[in-house]
């Protein structure tokens, strides 16, 4: 990992990404990172927009919201549209296609996939889309370990959702590994 480590999970509201935040920001603590995590969502919180931002570092972060990231994970296309000018240049972009159906630009590091409907088919709830996409990020830019993120993620959910959102997380992990085969 380089010094700073820019993440803003993106979508809209209701779509779990405040909570996908935490879990992160949380999974980095347990790696010993120094963090930030911010958020922020529209004035009706479930289909408006939402956005969580993480930053990893190992050394002190003086400005707590991510401006130029590293990684944008969009889930909608309105979330896509808005923040994909904030990407860097060498910065890695994955949406849901089950939602984002026109990139504005397309990166050499972009990840396509139906995060959603494979959330809804795989598992038989759209509601674990957070998690899945999430572990995906995680496998791709490994700015935290699998570990950290299993325990985040048991931390961080209801435990009668600790399970489902395991079986998200490994299939996350494993949509990753065969991404582009």
Not at 6 to 15: K, Y
Not at 112 to 127: C, H, M, R
Not at 129 to 137: E, G
């Amino acid at each position: 990992m380089e010094k700073s480590y820019e993440v803003r999970l993106s979508g809209s509201g209701g779509q779990g990404l405040i909570l996908g935040g935490i879990i992160l920001a949380r999974a980095a603590v347990l790696d010993k990172h120094k963090i930030t995590q911010t958020q922020s969502y529209g004035p009706e919180s479930r289909g408006g927009y939402s956005r969580a931002d993480v930053i990893i570092s190992d050394r002190d972060i003086f400005f707590p919201e991510a401006t130029n990231f590293n990684c944008l994970l969009a889930l909608t296309q309105e979330a896509c549209d808005k923040y994909i000018f904030d990407l860097r240049e060498d910065g890695i972009l994955i949406v849901d296609t089950t939602f984002v159906k026109n990139l504005a630009i397309v990166a050499d590091n972009t990840y396509e996939l139906p995060f959603t409907e494979i959330a809804q088919e795989e598992l038989g709830s759209a509601i674990t889309t957070n998690v899945l996409s999430l572990a995906f990020l995680v496998k791709i830019t490994d700015i935290v370990s699998e570990k950290s993120l299993e325990t985040s993620i048991k931390e961080s959910v209801k435990p009668a959702f600790v399970s489902l959102n395991i079986k998200a997380m490994k299939l996350g992990f494993k949509l990753a590994k065969n991404y582009g085969n």
